[in-house]
């Protein structure tokens, strides 16, 4: 999980360098057939067919899949990258809010032995930490909430909560059977697809980016995120118990850290007080999150990025 999380950590930084060349669209378009070549070649090697009985499902996965990397992309190419990173791993504090949402709406008035009407079977603490995981996102983003930068902002956002759909797809998946380079090839294929229809519908960057050169940099995005997700999907799939599930849970934000170091040493970017307790809040809240889930409902959905 910790290599998972310092792949991806890299992977952003070469997006944030390469949107100085390309839009959101090419970048998802590369990552889309880099993987794709890279994760067939894999899979022959290894003899895992990619025929699969529930293509429906691969595809619901790779649709939100898609929603949640575009608007990261975009997000890293017009924020701070440190920013970026941890708007995404809201995941987990989005996940958390689903489970207090849904116990509240399926939660019936009912009289206790007192008369008294009890109070829905909810954590109380479970949702502090998503208020807590949202107070983190407003102390992160103050800097930046009009604009081009709000926007990105809420790109941000967007991308950590259509990951939280995509990683309960991921756990689902696994549940039934499949392996995870199948789910991982048909991301990377619904990534291409994805790509090529942005790209198709706002047009190739000029010709001075489509150099060899710049191209050049496409080709890390792809085996980067292949490579990360591998390792994120096998970190979970050898967690064979619980508190192995949630250890492996937690050290996914570990790559918000790598980030962090990234976006001040590479990009400079200058992070503030407030930046830095919001980021604090999300990872505290989103761990909280994780182990609440973990002890509200035991087979909670575990996450792969």
Not at 252 to 259: D, E, V
Request: charged share 10%; with cysteine; net charge positive.
């Amino acid at each position: 999980m910790v290599l998972g999380a310092f792949l991806f950590a890299t992977m952003s930084v070469v997006v944030k360098i390469a949107s100085a060349w390309f839009n959101s669209g090419e970048m998802v378009l590369g990552r889309g057939l880099i993987g794709i070549v890279f994760l067939w070649l894999l899979a022959r090697n290894r003899g895992v067919s990619m025929a699969t009985r529930y293509p429906g499902m691969h595809a619901w996965r790779s649709t939100i899949g898609v929603v949640s990397l575009g608007a990261w992309f975009y997000a890293i190419a017009h924020m701070p990258l440190a920013t970026a990173v941890t708007l995404n791993y809201m995941s987990s504090v989005w996940i958390a809010a689903f489970l207090v949402g849904g116990a509240l709406l399926a939660w019936v008035p009912v009289p206790g032995r007192d008369g008294r009407i009890e109070r829905p079977p909810l954590q109380g603490t479970l949702a502090l930490t998503v208020l807590a995981g949202f107070v983190g996102v407003v102390l992160m983003l103050k800097p930046s909430v009009s604009g081009s930068d709000g926007f990105a902002g809420m790109l941000g956002l967007l991308s950590g909560l259509t990951a939280a759909f995509a990683y309960m797809q991921v756990v689902a998946l696994s549940r039934i059977g499949e392996p995870e380079l199948r789910t991982v090839f048909y991301f990377a294929a619904g990534s291409a697809v994805a790509g090529a229809f942005a790209t198709a519908a706002t047009g190739f960057s000029d010709g001075n980016s489509w150099t060899w050169q710049h191209a050049l940099w496409l080709l890390p995005i792809g085996l980067l995120a292949a490579l990360g997700q591998l390792c994120m999907t096998r970190a979970y799939a050898t967690a064979k118990t619980q508190a192995g599930t949630l250890l492996v849970a937690n050290l996914q934000y570990s790559g918000i850290i790598f980030a962090a170091f990234y976006s001040v040493v590479l990009f400079d970017d200058r992070i503030d007080a407030a930046g830095w307790a919001g980021m604090a809040l999300i990872i505290v809240s989103g761990i909280a999150a994780t182990v609440l889930r973990q002890r509200a409902v035991p087979k909670a959905p575990a996450e792969e990025h």
